[in-house]
């Protein structure tokens, strides 16, 4: 990995009418109103529960929520359109008369899905874990409706991505998926796009890990760049642990993720990764020259 201490050069994205930069990075707290996300701890399963989440993760300094409808884990079943929007509705919606000033990111592949919860429900950031592979109408979506826009890598879909794991090389891969499409995004007009390199989706664990140890590289496609490594199988794995016991190796990663230069980290557990950040800011302040 580079030798490379916190976020030189600082991003910034614009979020209606107003410039938000990074120059400490973000945690986003991950709230989903799904019965089936691989970590129960996230789970939302009626209002009372998604305010108790959405409470808790602001109480501990969340920058932004990121509210799914639709799991995304590896297998995970399918669920129709309607069924996405009705959750998404619902959660959306409790959020927006409790919480009206709270940043909230929207997970979902979907165009239409989109375009409801950004023009109907509030949403601010769409999340995009396909980066426009399974709707083609999303790029253009993201373009008419003006948000900003977390651009992930992957390849098919939750159900095959786990099949999908050929690279020769996967960092350079990756990098120029989202190359290629941070560019048809800019000549769509897409002004505000955050790289996501999709840990834990069509990767296998060594992959993983040499994505993680070659991140800093993408700071070459000059967007933010989001990382979301909560609890998932890369650290519970190998440690031989279940999601439940992997928050101390999430913390570590983190820690490299941010030394990696990422910008935001997406999380189930907001107050530990706010500890993180704390402290590589610190890091990185006394690793600069007298």
């Known amino acids: 990995m580079d030798n490379y201490y916190g976020n030189s050069g600082t991003y910034s994205i ?5 410039l938000l930069d990074f120059s400490r990075p973000w945690v986003m707290g991950i709230v989903n109103v799904t019965p089936d996300s691989f970590f129960s701890g996230s789970r939302t399963p009626d209002n009372a529960a998604l305010r108790d989440r959405v409470r ?3 109480s501990q300094g969340a920058d932004a929520l990121d509210i799914g409808g639709y799991s995304t884990r590896p297998g995970a079943d399918e669920v129709s359109e309607d069924e996405e929007c ?21 997970d979902t592949f979907r165009a239409g899905v989109a375009r409801r919860c950004v023009r109907e429900w509030g949403a ?7 980066g426009g592979d399974l709707d083609p109408d999303m790029f253009a979506t993201v373009a008419e409706l003006g948000v900003p826009y977390i651009l992930m890598h992957t390849r098919g879909t939750p159900q095959t991505m786990q099949t999908l794991c050929d690279y020769t090389d996967v960092a350079a891969e990756v990098l120029s998926d989202l190359a290629f499409k ?9 002004a505000d796009i955050i790289v996501d390199p999709g840990y834990g989706f069509a990767k296998d664990t060594a ?5 993680l140890a070659a991140q800093s590289s993408f700071r070459s496609l000059g967007c933010p760049l989001l990382a979301g490594l909560s609890r998932k199988s890369m650290i519970f794995r190998p440690l031989g642990i279940t999601p439940q016991e992997a928050l101390n190796g999430t913390t570590a990663l983190n820690t490299i993720a941010l030394l990696g230069g990422a910008d935001i980290l997406r999380v189930h557990d907001v107050a530990e990764a706010r500890q993180v950040v704390e402290l590589v800011d610190l890091l990185r302040k006394n690793s600069r020259p007298c």
């Open 56 to 58: 808790l993760l602001r």
């Open 86 to 106: 009705r959750r998404l509705q619902a959660g959306l919606q409790i959020i927006r008369e409790e919480w009206p000033d709270a940043i909230v990111s929207v």
């Open 14 to 18: 614009r979020l209606h009418g107003r």
């Open 124 to 130: 601010d950031i769409i999340n995009d874990i396909s």
């Open 207 to 211: 992959q993983n890990y040499r994505l």
């Open 182 to 190: 941070v560019g048809k995004l800019r000549s769509l007009g897409v």
